[in-house]
């Protein structure tokens, strides 16, 4: 085969919830370094959806994973050369990109929020993704209409 597989890369359990997915979201969230940072924000977002949380029996923790699967998209367009045009393809997603792009969209439409602190925007943010409601959710959405769009290219696939 020319492609060679990448190796899987192992993710050490976070030091409070003791969850490797915890350590693969940090490490996003992650500026210049500053992982310690990061973890602060990422805690405070969980204390801060423990406190928003009303009659929810889940805990902060569960309510993220639950907003990560809601913003995990399924499928994608990729551009391919066909013809002398450029059509846009979808692809199914491998469930490793899956969280990855889940992740990313978490963090990128966080961002975009009026909120004062990241950890504020990364509450409200996770707290509408496990409502299937925000700008994360959104953006999901967005990316599955172009595969719906473009399925009758799905022919060509790589």
Do not use: C
Request: aromatic content about 8%; hydrophobic content about 35%.
């Amino acid at each position: 085969m020319r492609k060679v597989k990448k190796k899987e890369k192992v993710y050490f359990p976070d030091p409070k919830f003791h969850e490797p997915l915890v350590t693969r979201f940090v490490n996003h969230l992650m500026k210049n370094g500053k992982k310690n940072i990061a973890y602060n924000i990422f805690y405070n977002a969980m204390d801060k959806i423990d406190i928003i949380k009303e009659k929810e029996e889940k805990s902060a923790l569960e309510i993220w994973k639950e907003g990560l699967k809601n913003v995990m998209p399924h499928v994608e367009v990729r551009n391919r050369r066909i013809g002398g045009s450029n059509i846009q393809i979808p692809v199914p997603i491998s469930s490793n990109n899956k969280i990855t792009k889940a992740m990313k969209l978490l963090i990128a439409s966080a961002s975009t929020r009026n909120e004062k602190t990241m950890a504020h925007k990364l509450a409200y943010e996770t707290w509408d993704a496990f409502h299937e409601q925000g700008e994360a959710v959104k953006r999901k959405e967005n990316i599955h209409k172009m595969a719906e769009a473009n399925k009758a290219f799905s022919h060509f696939r790589f």
